[in-house]
């Protein structure tokens, strides 16, 4: 886990989409979807759920994100 990590999944959790969030931080929506995939392998949890609409915190989620 990196600070990249950290700031595109707070980047995610605030704007509730990853084609906002990559708008946001000048990147790739690719980008910002792998560094999530990998944050969640790293703490072994899923974060988000993923839907047609955008992604939504799960519970782990917003403990992480609290944290």
Do not use: C, P
Not at 27 to 43: D, N, P, R
Not at 51 to 67: K, V
């Amino acid at each position: 886990m990196n600070l990249r990590h950290l700031k595109y999944f707070v980047a995610t959790a605030e704007s509730g989409q990853v084609s906002r969030a990559a708008n946001a931080l000048n990147i790739s929506q690719s980008s910002v979807t792998g560094a999530i995939k990998e944050l969640e392998a790293t703490v072994d949890s899923e974060l988000f759920h993923r839907s047609s609409q955008g992604m939504e915190l799960t519970d782990s989620g917003r403990e992480f994100l609290a944290a």
